[in-house]
C-alpha cells in the first residue's frame, strides 16, 4: 500500500466558532485516525527522531504499539522518558524537534508524532484510574523551587526513585508557565491538574504561596535538612521595547495579560482579576505567547487582533500549528513592521477626562530583510519614511522575558552569566555545592520541552550525588 | 489557608487584621508587603504589612474598604480563613544613616507608615510623625504613632479633629524654620504623595516615597507595577515590586502613576457596588 504523504489532519473546532470560546482547539485522532497515521512510521532502522527528542523518547517504540493497538503499552513506553506526555503532545514544537529528523519527511509529511503522543496519553489519561504505587523511602530530601514543566519533571523522577520531595511555589496554584502561560484552549487546566496530582500521589509536597528568595532562602532550605535544591523558578521578567509610551494604560506584558485571562481566570464570565476586553488589539512578537495573547484577546471579544512582527513569516519562531490556527482564526499578520512608539489619549482643555493616558494607537515602521544577523536570520532594516499608525485600543508586549533576579540576590555564591541566567554544567549543578538548576531561569525564554529535559538530567544528577553521599 | 487570629475593627471603613502567617512573619521587616487572595478565584491584592507578632506567627495588616475584595476581606471574622497569603515581598524601607526623619502617613497609608516610625524609634532615631485624614471618622493610629515619635502632628482636612489641612502645610513650616531631617518619609495617596514631594524639593530635603501600584503577582513577573523614574541619565523603567515599593521621590513620574492607578477605576466601582449587594442580599435573606 503506498504511504499517505500527508499528515492525518487532526479534528479541530471550526475556527469561526472556536475564536469565540476557550474551549481546546484541537479535538485530538480518533482511534481510525491514530491507527492510519501509525502506519506512516517506516520504523526505520536509524531511529533519528529519538534523538530529535529533548528527553529522547522512544518513538518508533510506542508508534509500534499503536500499531499493534496496544494504547497503554504505547503510553508507557512514552512514561519511560518524558513526565508530562498530555502537555508534551499538545505544546511541543514537534516540527523543530522530532518531526523534523523523521525519514519519512525527507519526501514527504513527517509522522504525526505529538498527534499519536497526545491521542495515547489522552487515552490513557480517561481510562486510568488506580494510583501510582509510593516508592519506599530512601531517606533523603530534596527540595525544588518551582513547579513549573522543569521542577514537576525533576520531582516526579526524584520522587519515583524514593526521595521525599518538597516543591516550593511562588504563586497559589502549581504548574508554572502551564497554569499562568499558556491558555486552555491550546492546554487544558485540567491536564495540568491531573499531572500535579499525580505526582501528589507519588507523595511529592507542593507548597504553593512560598517564594524562594523571599520567604526563605536556598541556604535556609539546607538548614530546614535539604540536601540538594533545584531551581526551576523560570524566566519571570517581561521585556519591553523600550520605546515612548509603553506606560499609557491598555499596553500589558504577554504575561500580565495572560496572568491576569489564564490564572487569574478573567476568561471566564464572573472574574474578580479585570482585563481590558473587545476594541482592536496589537501583539507584538512573534513567538508562542504572541500568538496565545492575540487568540486569548479575540477569545475576550476584540474585534480586531494583529500580529506585529518585524521579520517575516519565515522567521516566524512559535509552532507552525498555532500560527496555522491563528490565520485560520482571522489574526491579521502585521508582518515587517516594527513599533517605534506607542500613541495614547491626551484631551489639553480637560485634565480630568477619563479617556486621558488610554493607549489610541501604535505608530510602527516598515522593514526589509538584510543580511543575516548572529542568529542567522536576516537582519530586519527600517524601511525610511515609512512610518505609519496602526489604530488600537490594546497593545500586548510578547518580546520575551528574562530571568527572575530574586534568587540569585539572595543566595551567596550562586554565579550566573550576562543575561542573569543561572551558570550550571553539563549535570545541571551551579556554582553551589547541591544546587542545581534547569529550565528557563537557566536559558532564558525556551520551550517547556527543555525545561523538562533539563529537570531530568538534574535528577540524575542529584541521584547520583546523594546516593555517593 | 492561613487562620484570622485576631479582628479589630479600627473605624467603620478601617479594618485590622492578624494573620497566621508564621514563614512570612519571621522575615517581614517594615516596608515590605504581602499579597493575599480571600476566597478561590478570589482576585490577588497587595496590602503592605502593619506589623508582625513572633510569638503568634502573625502578620498584622490594615485595610480600607475601597473594593470588591476589601469588602469580602471585612467580611471574615476571627476564626475564618484566608485562602492566600504570601510574602513578604518588596524591599524593606532603608533605614541606615538615617539619625533624624520625618514620616508624613496620609489616611489609611498611616498604617504603613507606623511600623516604619516604630523601626526608627527602635533605632534611635529621632522621628518627627505627620499624619493625616480626610475627617475624624477615618483617623486611626494616633496613640500608636505618639508611642514612637519624637514630635507628632496631627491633621485633618475639614479640621473636624486637630489641625485643619492637609499635610505638606506643617511640612513646609518646618522646613522654612529651617527644620532639618536626614530623610523624609511619605506614604499615602499618590497625590498626597506627589505634593509632598513638591514641597521637600522647595527646600532641597531629601524624600522616599512609597509606592502601591496595581499589580498581580508581586514577584516582577507581570510588570503591570511598572513605573516610571526620571533619572539624571534619562527615563527609567522599575518595577515596584521588585525594585521597590520605596523610590526617589524626585524621580517618580506621578502623573504616569495616578494615570496607571485608575486603569480599572469603573469595572471596581462595579465590582464593588456588585459585591455590596450580594452582602446585603445574604444579610436580608
Redesign the interface.
Known sequence: MAINPKKHEMPSQDPLVRAHNFDEVALGYTEELALAEATRCLNCKNQPCIAGCPVNVNIPGFISKIKEKDFEGAYQVIAETSSLPAVCGRVCPQETQCEAKCTLGIKFEPVGIGRLERYVSDLHNAKTEEKPVRPASNGHKVAIVGSGPSGLTCAGDLAKKGYAVTVFE???TAGGVLV?GIPEFRLPKAIVAREVDGLKDLGVDIQ????IG???TVDELFEMGYEAVFIGSGA???N?M?IPG??Y??V??A??YL??SNL??AYLDN????I?KGGKVAVVGGGNVAMDAARTALRLGAEHVYIVYRRSMEELPARAEEVEHAIEEGIDFKLLNNPIEILGYNNPDDPRD?K??FVTGMKCIRMELGEPDASGRRRPVPVEGSEFVLDVDAAIIAIGTSP???IKSTTEGLEVNRKGGIVINEDGLTSREGVYAGGDAVTGAATVISAMGAGKVAAAAIDEYLSAK | MYKIIHKKVLRPTVTQLEIEAP??AR?AKPGQFIIL?VDA????IPLTIAGTNQEEGTVKIIFQIVG??TEALNHKEEGDYL???????GRPTETEGIKKVCIVGGGVGCAIAWPVAQEFHRLGADVTSIIGFRNKDLLILEDEFRECSDKLIVMTDDGSYARQGNVTVPLKEMLAAGETFDMIITIGPLIMMKFVTLTAKEFNAPITVSMSPIM??G??????C???LNKPEGKV?K?AC?DGPDFNGYEV?FD?AI??S???????RK?HEETCNLFKQAENA
Open positions: 511562588a504563586l497559589h499562568y504553593t504561596n512560598v517564594i523571599k520567604t526563605l519571570g521578567l517581561p519591553f523600550n509603553e506606560s494604560k491598555g500589558y506584558s504575561n500580565e496572568t491576569r487569574m481566570k472574574p474578580h482579576t479585570p481590558m477619563p486621558n493616558g527572575n533576579p530574586l | 514563614l512570612v522575615k487572595r478565584d478570589g482576585e490577588r470588591a475584595t485562602q492566600d497569603f504570601v510574602g513578604p515581598l498581580v503577582d514577584t516582577g513577573m507581570c510588570g503591570g511598572r513605573l516610571t523603567m518595577f521588585v513620574d504616569e494615570s496607571r485608575r486603569i480599572y477605576f469603573d469595572y471596581e465590582a
